[in-house]
Each structure stands twice: as C-alpha cells, then as structure tokens.
C-alpha cells in the first residue's frame, strides 16, 4: 500500500498560494473594471477634437431606393406608356390623410401621415405628368411678388410678367385615405422550459411568439373637370411580426452560467402603407393607360429617367437614368470610386 505525505511545510505554502491568488483576483478585479469603463468612455470625449465633434457616430449603411414588391411593375408600366408613345395624363395629388385615428402612447400618430407624398412618388414611377397641387405655398408667393412686380428673372430691368394659362391644369386629381389598423389579427407562441429537478443541474429555456396585423387604404381618382370619380379602389395589407428567445442556466466547476439569445422583427408599418399605396396606383394608371397585358416589363425597355426611386426631368443630354439613382454607391465617399479619388467640391 502507497501512503502519500503531506508536510506542513508544503500544506503552508499551498494555503499561502491560495490566498495569493485571492489577493491577487481582488485586486485586478477593480483594474478590470476601471479598463473596461475606460475603454467605452475612449469612444466620448468631453472635448472637441479638431474636427469639432465629441464622437463619430456610428453606421455607415449608404443611401438605397426604397421599393415595394409593386415598384418594378409601376416602372415597367411607364416605359411601356413611353415606348408606345402614349401621352399620359396629367395628375394632382390632393390629401391621403391618415383616419384610423390610432396614437402612440407617447404621443405621435401610429401610420404615417405622408401617404399623398408615396402615392406622388408612385405616380411619378408610373410615368404619369404631375402638377403640384398639395404644397403651392411657394408657387402662390412667387405669383403674388410677380404680380406686384418685384421678382425679376435674366435681365435686371425686367420684372417677371404673368402670362394667362401659364399653369398647365391636371386631367385627373388622386384623394383617399388610411382607413384601417387592425392589431393582433392573430397570435401564436410557446414558451418551454425544461431541466433536471437538482437545483444545480442544467436547465433550459425557449420562447416563441408570432402575430400579425393589417392595414387598408382607401383611394379614388377623380376627373378634375367634372369632378366625376372615375375609379375607386380599396387594399389590404397583412403585417406579420415574431420573437424568438432562447435561455441556458447551469452550473459549471462551481461557477455559474445563465446565457439567454433572443431576435425579433416586425415588418414595417410604413412601408406596408407604401406598398398598398403602389398596388392602388398600379392599376388606377393601368386602367388610365389602357392596358390589358400584364407582361408590360417584357416589352418596356429601361433605359429612361424612369426608376424604382421615381422619375425626373433629363438635364444631362440623357448621362443620368432612373437605374443610376438606384445604385448604392453612387456618391457615398467609401463606396464611390469617383468620390474617393477628389475632394467634394474642388475642380483642378
């Protein structure tokens, strides 16, 4: 038989090895602490670099269009229109106002306030000519300085006259409404938690949650003329949105781990108004246009000014298209080559 001795000497220097590394953890904890607080605080400064600001902020995502499911088949829409030499008609927008009535509990409308400015963009995608009738306070104060003859445009001694039928009238004028927002429709979810029944053994967590809501929208096109309604369509959008958690709770060499992960993601209200703004649009300009196929994308061809960001007047002797305000890149001082290379502003 092996007998193992153990001296007082070497049981000493084990206690005092013990409490060497407990001295030792007591007093770099606080290190640990002060680094780490240092560290976040290295982000702030509470003075001004010389670029004059106390921190940068963080993101650097670029600029993108911000189509819906419905914004490639508006464009197709106004190339077929142009490339069949259709004249397309001239729109106002009036108000598309927001009548759910439904309020943060902080304050602030729940659903957007700007669907007249969506449905101008969708408008403007599908090729349609528009005239401003939703802000002219500009307009209206420039026609009231000209007719009190103050406003002069090339040549100085020339005041700016007021000429009878300068402002082209619209054919048609577009008004409507949000007029649902229905929460919860339906929910689902499922929590479990499971481990063995010792208090120090492992256990785990899992928590599942889906619903889903909807939006609708109320539209119609009017004939400006006649104020006759000419077409009117109503839309629905479901919105679907869920959560996700996962938990861990164990002991472990007399430590203890509790690690929980969770996700969660709710598709966007306002872009859920934007697309049944676009659905609408699509086929109250299909319907203006006189189309029947569905397949207008096929034959359209793209290289217009017409782009899942909206539509504009050529200035450039056709250099700018739709497609080239679409790209990502374009302008942005990481992603641009063109930018990287010469200063914003300088010419050599």
Do not use: W
Request: negative net charge; hydrophobic residues 35%; proline residues 3%.
């Amino acid at each position: 038989m092996t007998h193992t001795h153990i001296t007082n000497s070497e049981q000493m220097n084990s206690q005092e090895t013990t409490m060497l590394k407990s001295l030792l953890l007591k007093s770099t904890r606080p290190l640990i602490i002060a680094g780490a607080t240092l560290g976040l605080a290295a982000c702030i400064s509470p003075s001004a670099g010389s670029d004059g600001k106390y921190a940068e902020p963080i993101g650097n995502a670029p600029v993108t269009a911000n189509p819906t499911d419905y914004s490639e088949g508006l464009v197709c829409l106004g190339n077929f229109a142009r490339k069949s030499q259709m004249v397309a008609p001239r729109i106002a927008v009036g108000r598309i106002s927001d009548y759910t009535g439904k309020a943060e509990a902080e304050g602030g409308r729940k659903v957007t306030q700007g669907a007249s400015l969506m449905a101008i963009s969708a408008l403007a995608k599908s090729g349609a000519r528009l005239v401003e009738r939703y802000d002219t306070s500009v307009s209206e104060l420039e026609l009231k300085y000209t007719n009190n003859k103050l406003i002069s445009d090339e040549a100085q001694d020339q005041y700016r006259r007021i000429m009878a039928g300068q402002v082209p009238g619209s054919d048609y004028y577009m008004v409507g409404g949000i007029t649902e927002l229905n929460y919860n429709i339906r929910s689902s979810g499922a929590d479990i938690f499971g481990g063995d029944v010792d208090a120090t053994d492992f256990k785990g967590s899992f928590t599942g949650r889906m619903y889903v809501m909807n939006v609708g929208l109320d539209l119609r096109m009017v004939k400006t003329q006649t104020l006759e309604v000419v077409d009117v369509i109503s839309y629905q959008k479901q919105i679907i949105g869920r959560e996700v958690s996962l938990g861990v709770f164990d002991f472990l060499n007399g430590n203890v781990f509790d690690i929980s992960a969770g996700e969660g993601a709710l598709e966007p209200v306002q872009l859920a108004v934007r697309a049944v703004v676009e659905r609408a649009v699509l086929e109250m300009m299909a319907n203006l246009y006189g189309f029947q196929s569905e397949d207008v994308c096929s034959e359209a061809a793209h290289a217009t000014t017409l782009g899942l960001t909206g539509n504009f007047r050529d200035h450039t002797n056709g250099v700018l298209t739709g497609q080239t305000r679409e790209q990502p890149a374009r302008g942005h001082q990481e992603r641009d080559e063109s930018v990287k290379t010469t200063l914003r502003g300088r010419y050599s």
